[in-house]
């Protein structure tokens, strides 16, 4: 088959190199344009261009893929399926009408649970003990096409939001390259609509989202911190507005005799802090412009006195 590739982050990095590594025909790779980032403000390739440019592939970089001249040359590309991962873009109608076997989405949920952008923070957010990856047929919706079909994995204790993409990439791209290796030529692989009474949101997470109310349990808490560690972490304020991000941390049934957000440290080098329901130990901590930290190395750098408050609420 000649597969066209559209995906843009890391998260599509594990598919495209095992398409790559089982010798699909790989007719070109559709990604973001380069946008700038870092302190400087430098253009910089997405991660799967890098990879595609890598391996002598072709690559495309439109800005909408609906407009008409994009639109052009994916027809003469005549692609027999598109594979999409992490793209970016909703795409139109017309774009997934073009290949004969389909659209196929490589979504990190167990549809038609958690659909949008943010489907594996949120699964960590909520305290899912469970999660997967589907394969699907895309429509113009928002993760609306049928199911192909999904593989299921437990998140652990210590998964957090970078660990869980990893497993979640790398299981959906064995996925797909067996979808793949089994599809007929000319004609979408078998799929069954999903169940629109069952379907959730996952929006895309804002700045706000990561702001830590100590007036709710420890475990949602950690849940907060496992779910918005890559972006935009969660974090709380200290001493005159001290932006504070909780990089790690572990939930503890035990209760402090304290208000919420009181700090209490215990042999020195031990950090607690009171929450509305059990208590958190803070592993590791990054006081802003700083690097993260240990909490022994916070308590010693910023001469932390037990009873001391973090606050849930300031300006942000």
């Known amino acids: 088959m000649r597969i066209l590739f559209m995906g843009t982050s890391e998260f599509a990095l594990p598919a495209l190199r095992e398409l790559i590594t089982h010798r699909f025909e790989i007719i070109g790779v559709v990604t973001q344009p380069d946008r700038p980032s870092g302190r400087g403000k430098r253009l910089n390739p997405p991660p799967v261009k890098i990879v595609a ?15 008409p001249d994009f639109m052009s040359v994916l027809e003469r590309l005549a692609p027999d399926v598109i594979v999409v991962a992490a ?11 073009i290949p004969p076997g389909g659209t196929i989405n490589l979504h990190p949920s167990l549809l038609p649970k958690y659909r949008g952008a943010a489907p594996i923070q949120w699964a960590l957010i909520n305290g899912e003990t469970e999660t997967g ?14 199911i192909i079909s999904t593989s299921c994995i437990r998140i652990r204790n210590e998964d957090n939001a970078f660990t869980l993409t990893e497993q979640l990439a790398q299981l959906g791209a064995n996925q797909l390259v067996r979808l793949l290796s089994e599809m007929p030529e000319g004609a979408p692989p078998p799929a069954t609509p999903q169940n629109n009474a069952e379907a959730t949101h996952a929006p895309r997470l804002t700045k706000e989202i990561g702001h830590i109310d100590w007036n709710q349990p420890a475990t949602t808490i950690h849940n907060l911190v496992r779910g918005t560690a890559i972006w935009p972490g969660a974090y709380t304020f200290f001493r005159n507005n001290l932006r504070l991000k909780i990089v790690e941390c572990l939930p503890l049934s035990q209760t402090l005799d304290a208000p919420s957000g009181a700090l209490e440290i215990v042999e020195k080098r031990k950090l607690f802090v009171a929450t509305a329901d059990g208590m958190l130990q803070l592993l590791k901590i990054q006081p802003a412009t ?11 750098g910023y001469q932390v006195q037990t009873g001391e408050q973090l606050l849930a609420a300031t300006s942000l």
Not at 87 to 97: A, C, E, H, S
Not at 290 to 300: G, L, P, T
């Open 133 to 146: 990856v589907t394969l699907m047929l895309l429509d113009a919706g928002e993760d609306t096409g049928d």
């Open 290 to 300: 700083k690097k993260a930290m240990e909490a022994s190395d916070f308590i010693n």
């Open 87 to 97: 793209f970016g873009q909703l795409l139109p109608q017309t774009l997934l009408d």
């Open 53 to 67: 440019t890598e391996h002598s592939l072709p690559v495309y970089q439109p800005e909408k893929v609906r407009k």
